[in-house]
Each structure stands twice: as structure tokens, then as C-alpha cells.
């Protein structure tokens, strides 16, 4: 069965990832407001009644700002690590919380979400992916290093939200302080341009066929520079960046081969 995707929203100002069959959707985090993941899926033609969940990467703010409005209206399950919840501020009062931990797939309907560990500053961060029979799409931002956990499930994906943070060049001669772009650079902190390439390049199955560049700086990258550089080794991927101020098309993704 093909899955759908898209990104409502991608960058430090509010991360949110739909990923969904026919009959039911999930989302990867929830950092956009209520209202506005409402207009953006109905713009694009989705319905909330299909998300059955949210899926929590981990508690830094743009992730997780929309959650309590949106999980109370819609009544949706939010699955958390207990860490990630304890430094969330995230409450049970009004929506149900479930328990996620690493390499324990969850079922919602035909999907199977399967969260992993992954290296970035937060208390238990975790990545995603999300299979429907042989198609799986994979959710990797907020990465410091690639690390096995990412290689072994990026080389599974029929399609990916990649980390693609910043451009060496335009941190190194940017405005922040020493010591954020040491976070920044840092196994803790985020994917360059470069790093997430290397991934690309080394590691993508010969059945991918959708890539989306993801969670991109404001300061410290460029929509024109990270897609050149992508494109010119994409071979027959589809290469998007994804916006922080606008969801992308909707995407078809089959998974008609597999290795």
C-alpha cells in the first residue's frame, strides 16, 4: 500500500511530518499551532479525522508547541519517551499519553512505527520510521552524527526527511557567538549540508525515490545552495526542500521494490 507524505512545516520556528495511508495518518511531532495544522492539511486536502496519533522526537519547543491543543480538540494518543515526557511539561489531563521506547514498533491500523535512539541535545531523542507493508519513509532531523542506528534505517526508506541544517561556510562566517556554533557542529547538535550528503550518497537504497530536505537554518543555510548540492548527485530521487513557512505537496510514495 503507498503512503503519503508531507511536510507541514520544517525549521527551528516549528517542526510537524505527515506520514499516512489511505485510512489513517500519524504525525512526527507537533511544533506548529493547532489552527495552523489544521489550515495547512486542509489546504492539502487531508483530514485530521485520519491522524490517529503524534509521535514525539524529543522536547525542545519546536517540536512539541502545538501538541496540547491539538491532541485535547482531536483527542489524539501522544507517544512519548517517560523521559522526553518528563522534560516536556507535557500532561495526561486532557489526551491520552502512550509509552514509546526504542526498537518497539508501535501498530496504528496498517502502520508500524518503530522509533530509534539518535544523537542530539535533548534528554532521550529518538528518530522514526513508518511502514505500510514494503513501503517505509523515514523522519531523521534534529541529528548531531550519523550514527548506525540512522545508517541501518535510512538504508530501509523508499523515501526520508533529512536533517540538512547548514552550509559549513555560511556558519563558519555567520553572526552566532563561538560557542552556539560549536552546539551546532557538535555529535549533539545538528546535520551540515555535507554530512547529511555523505549519508545520501553512501547509504540510499536503489529504491528511493523521494528525499526532503528538512529543517533547514534560517541564518545558516540556503534553500537554492542545499538543493543544487542534492540534486547533482540525486540520480532518479525526487529532491524537495522543505519550507519553514509552508507545507510541501502532498507525496505519493510506492514501495514497489525493496532490497
Not at 526527511?161 to 557538535?186: A, C, H, W
Amino acid at each position: 500500500m503507498p503512503l503519503f507524505i508531507t511536510s507541514l512545516n520544517s525549521g527551528s520556528n516549528g517542526n510537524c511530518y505527515y506520514v499516512g495511508n489511505e485510512h489513517e495518518a500519524v504525525l512526527i511531532d507537533a511544533g506548529i499551532s493547532c489552527r495552523e495544522t489544521e489550515r495547512r492539511m486542509e489546504r492539502l486536502g487531508l483530514s485530521l479525522q485520519t491522524v490517529k496519533a503524534i509521535f514525539v522526537s524529543h522536547e525542545h519547543s519546536d517540536h512539541i508547541r502545538g501538541i496540547s491543543q491539538l491532541a485535547k480538540k482531536h483527542q489524539l494518543p501522544v507517544y512519548i519517551t517517560p523521559q522526553t515526557l518528563h522534560g516536556s511539561g507535557l500532561s495526561a489531563m486532557s489526551y491520552p499519553i502512550r509509552p514509546l521506547r526504542g526498537y518497539e514498533p508501535i501498530y496504528v491500523g496498517d502502520l508500524v512505527i518503530t522509533a530509534f535512539p539518535k544523537q542530539h541535545d535533548a534528554r532521550d531523542p529518538h528518530s522514526f520510521l513508518v511502514a505500510d507493508g514494503q513501503t517505509s519513509v523515514g523522519v531523521f532531523t534534529d541529528i548531531g552524527a550519523v550514527c548506525h542506528h540512522v545508517i541501518h534505517h535510512f538504508s530501509q526508506c523508499h523515501a526520508a526527511f533529512l536533517e540538512t541544517n547548514y552550509d559549513d561556510d555560511m556558519l563558519l562566517l555567520g553572526r552566532y557567538p563561538p560557542y552556539l556554533k560549536k552546539r551546532i557542529q557538535s555529535d549533539e547538535g545538528h546535520l551540515s549540508n555535507h554530512q547529511a550528503l555523505a549519508l545520501f550518497r553512501q547509504h540510499k537504497p536503489a529504491f528511493m525515490s523521494h528525499i526532503l530536505l528538512s529543517h533547514l537554518s534560517r541564518d545558516n543555510n540556503s534553500p537554492q545552495i542545499v538543493g543544487d548540492l542534492f540534486k547533482a548527485h540525486a540520480e532518479n530521487v525526487k529532491v524537495i526542500v522543505a519550507s519553514r513557512f509552508a507545507e510541501t505537496p502532498v507525496y505519493r510514495i510506492e514501495g514497489t521494490q525493496t532490497q
